[in-house]
């Protein structure tokens, strides 16, 4: 590994570690993960039944106001939040409005007309209600998945939930393979360009180097399984019924409020 490539796995958060504290501010990372996918479930099985623009608008705004105010994002996270989610429902609320039934909205005054295409200003509301309710759903489990990790949501299930730890960690370890194959691949990728083996143009050429990948990735993906069999098997993994924990992830009075206030916003809305 050289000196660079060493320098930036140290910047990488390690997701292992114990949750950082951002102050009282950005509370959603003092939360329980459990906590914060109970809470927005109600509101999503609402989405899932709404109809009109108002209840999906409402669960957006407060939803990306959560995310700014009590998450810790990234400015390019920030950027696609604020700019890239109103822009992809523009978009899809057009595509979604040109599928729309045209019988529903016939007296529907008429946007853009082109050729036997008639976009109506309804059709286009339609469109808008199905891209809101998408994007509220995505922003909605973004609470918790921008602010929670994947071993302390296995960490949660198992201590609160009492999931069996041999599932929930070896669920974990699989996922954990999808970044190792990542990084593989582009040492792969890296191996061949100095040998000149990608140095072909055209289709046919991208199939062949595609294809002199397979069989690296694969005795890569092995020795790696291997390794992590051996590592478990010599930490006793599975052998008695509970295990140790680095630290535990508590459910905390401030959980209990985090959900019976997203509880009240929801029957709130429904009510109203």
Request: net charge positive; hydrophobic share 55%; charged share 15%.
């Amino acid at each position: 590994m050289t000196a660079a490539s060493a320098s930036v796995t140290h910047q990488k958060a390690d997701p292992y570690a114990a949750p950082r504290d951002y102050g009282p501010v950005r509370f959603l990372h003092r939360l329980n993960p459990l906590s914060k996918i109970a809470a927005p479930l109600p509101a999503m099985g609402l989405l899932l039944f709404a109809r009109d623009i108002a209840t999906p608008l409402l669960f957006c705004v407060v939803t990306l106001l959560m995310l700014l105010i009590g998450a810790h994002l990234r400015a390019r996270t920030v950027l696609l939040l604020v700019a890239g989610i109103p822009l992809i429902i523009v978009v899809m609320s057009v595509s979604f409005g040109i599928w729309a039934d045209p019988s529903l909205v016939s007296d529907s005054p008429v946007l853009i007309e082109a050729g036997p295409v008639r976009f109506t200003i309804g059709a286009w509301l339609i469109g808008l209600a199905t891209a809101l309710r998408l994007a509220a759903i995505v922003l909605l489990a973004l609470v918790g998945g921008l602010t929670s990790t994947g071993p302390d949501l296995v960490r949660s299930l198992v201590q609160q939930l009492r999931v069996p730890y041999r599932l929930g960690y070896t669920a974990l370890a699989a996922f954990r393979f999808v970044p190792r194959f990542g990084h593989e691949l582009d040492v792969i990728r890296q191996a061949h360009r100095v040998r000149g083996i990608s140095d072909g143009r055209g289709p046919i050429a991208a199939v062949a180097r595609t294809a002199g990948y397979v069989v690296p990735l694969l005795a890569g993906a092995i020795r790696h399984a291997e390794r992590v069999a051996l590592a478990m098997d010599s930490r006793a993994f599975g052998a008695h019924p509970t295990r140790t924990e680095r630290y535990t992830i508590a459910f905390r009075a401030r959980d209990w409020i985090f959900i019976a206030a997203f509880w009240a916003l929801t029957a709130v809305v429904i009510v109203l």
